[in-house]
């Protein structure tokens, strides 16, 4: 439908458009709507966005504002006449009963505000307005029709009026019921809305499949979703496991066709209702708002915890509750004029990748580090990107000068999702790992099993800088006010060779340094003195032994009374610990056997670094006679009357050991409030106990 050299100048002139939007005239609009329907295609349709969601509603804002200012110059196909289309001509096209329309978007409270506004305007209503706030599902739409409380038929949302029938894939989706019990509200035939999507750890577990098959990965759960809808057997759609979020009564009729939806007067009694007969909906997540002060409070909040929900979100839905102020105020072509979303800050934004940074770390992987141009994710400036290892650049063909598609997973680890090799150029050229090391230039070896190109030389320079940021670090020896930039000053100035010379430190040359000064280096030596005390499981995972973590290393100095007895123990004492394997343990028997390391540590404990067990090492022990001894507990969602930490150390003293996951080795779940996956997982294993916050307590204060 759009070539190649189509779609580079699709995305120059939107670059030009974004950049300065108040210089697009009138004479540009043609333009703009080529342009805001080639992104629909490739975001509905395709399912391959080249954009973020925040620089299309950028777009689609400048067409709104200059069709606003000439209303002569509106054309019955500009995208603000109607809604993206997923059409696709694989299935048969049915008609919705009722159009499904976007949303307007908001981004701050100020928007909200002015949606109110425009609520009272239209309503009259001078009074409270109550609004249902949801979470805007990050999936793929879908509507639903029942008649006689059968399903008989699931669509896609199409053009808004028109959609794809995939009845037989969405009779595969388990939450979505066969059989509802509409007629207890004399309903014949109703129409609902709905969301589906894919859980973000099974997603996870999707894209290790496709990896070890040799299949391309997918970007994001909602294109997996969407492209578990359109499966041509229902059989590989059942594989995705999708759920479906009902969000929405859109039509209703009784015997006579009449209309039902009057059965109903708040938009939040709906929802109740169709999770009394058996569908899937928001009402967890979800909030009934008195003010509009009040929803900006909650959308605000959501977005804090984002990342706790299953399910991608990316952002809120405001709906007026009243379902009479909902007809008093309409619809336009567009969207509903009762209902705003409330966008949360882009995870994805695409950017140019400028170069390309090879750094060595303190086992000696390399490590290439895209630098692109700065991007806004999540609230955060962008700049550089880990691109992890060189079979990573080539299953994703990565290139110098690619535009490519950017998340911020987690709202914490930029990720590059994708290239856009359909917007390259000659400049465009391919990435080289390097040889040799890029710090000692010892040529780089790779090992059988290994994704990474490894520098062999433990006495590269940039190796010995990395293993002592490591040491230093919260979750080793916790060294404070000794970061990477100390460890760098130090190392040029010959301070620093290895672990033991930061116990011999000229604190009296520091205090000299620029930016340091007397109190600076005093501090810097009493957190040096407190590290000596430290545990020695810190000590252990300080060490940068090769795939030696913080859990392995408290598993074996909860074995161990000191640790140069390490030099004696043999494979199978290792082995023998549950979680630790042959390879970790010969890592750890090839670190003991090298005199040089030995001597580092008699060196580090004549400084008076601790090298003998202490309680903290020791696993806490259960009481045996405790109410819940034997049995192991898990705690989600959030806890109104006191921290998880708290309530973990409860259930400890009551003989309960805390685990991390639902399995068949769980015995109680205690729920908080919005409990979420971990609840409906325990509920469907069918052997777990379940509790609340009170029923927890109560058990414990009774015992």
Known sequence: M??????????????????????????????????????????????????????????????????????????????????????????????????????????NAEDLNDFEKQVRKLTGEEGPITYVVEPKFDGSSVALIYENNILVRGATRGNGHQGDDITPNIKTIPTIPLFADFSERGIHRVELRGEALIRKDYFETINKQRAKAGLPLFANPRNAAAGGLRMKDPKEAAQRKLDTFVYQMTFAEDDNGQDATNKFEFHSEILQYLNKIGFLVPHNLSKVCRTIEEVSDFCQQSEQKREEYPYEIDGMVIKVDSLELQKKCGLTSHHPRWAMAYKFKAKQATSVLLDVIFQVGKVGAITPVAKIKPVELAGVTVSS??????EFIRSKDIRIGDQIVVERAGDVIPYIVKSLPELRDKSVHPIVFPTVCPSCHTPLVKEEGEAAWRCPNYHCPE???????????????????????????????????????????????????????????????????????????????????????????KLIAAQVKYVLDLKDWTIEQYTNIKEIGPILAENIIDFFKKPENIELLKSLESYGVNLHQTAEDLPVELPTDGPLSGKTILFTG????????????????????????????????????????????????????ILNEQEFLDLIEKA
């Not at 990107?385 to 060189?390: D, F, I, M, Q, R």
């Not at 060294?479 to 672990?499: A, C, P, T, V």
């Not at 407190?530 to 032994?545: E, F, M, Q, V």
């Open 2 to 107: 759009y070539d190649a050299s189509t779609q580079k100048e699709f995305i120059r002139t939107g670059n030009a458009f974004l950049q300065h939007p108040d210089q697009v005239t009138t004479e540009q609009l043609p333009v703009l709507r080529k342009l805001l329907r080639y992104h629909e295609w490739k975001y509905y349709a395709k399912d391959d966005p080249v954009i973020s969601d925040y620089d299309y509603d950028r777009l689609y804002k400048i067409l709104e504002r200059l069709e606003a200012a000439h209303p002569e110059l509106i054309t019955p196909d500009s995208p603000t006449q109607r809604v993206g289309s997923d059409l696709s001509s694989d299935f048969q096209t049915v008609t919705h009963l009722s159009p499904m329309l976007s949303l307007e978007n908001s981004y």
């Open 385 to 390: 990107v880990s691109l992890h290892n060189e």
């Open 463 to 553: 190796q010995i800088i990395q293993r002592m940021i490591h040491f230093v670090s919260k979750n080793a020896m916790n060294i404070d006010g000794m970061g990477e930039s100390q460890i760098r000053k130090f190392y040029g100035l010959g301070w620093l060779h290895n672990f033991d010379d930061i116990y011999r430190l000229p604190f009296d040359k520091i205090q000299k340094l620029e930016g340091f000064g007397q109190r600076s280096a005093d501090n810097l030596k009493k957190a040096i003195l407190a590290s000596k005390n430290n545990p020695i499981h810190r000590l252990l995972y300080g060490l940068s032994i090769h795939h030696l973590g913080r859990k392995a290393s």
């Open 638 to 689: 959030t806890l109104m009357q006191m921290k998880r930490k708290e309530a973990q150390a409860l259930a400890e003293k009551a003989g309960a050991k805390n685990i991390s996951a639902v399995s068949k080795n769980l015995n109680i779940l205690v729920a908080g409030e919005k409990a979420g996956s971990k609840l409906k997982k325990a509920k469907a294993l069918g052997t777990v106990e």
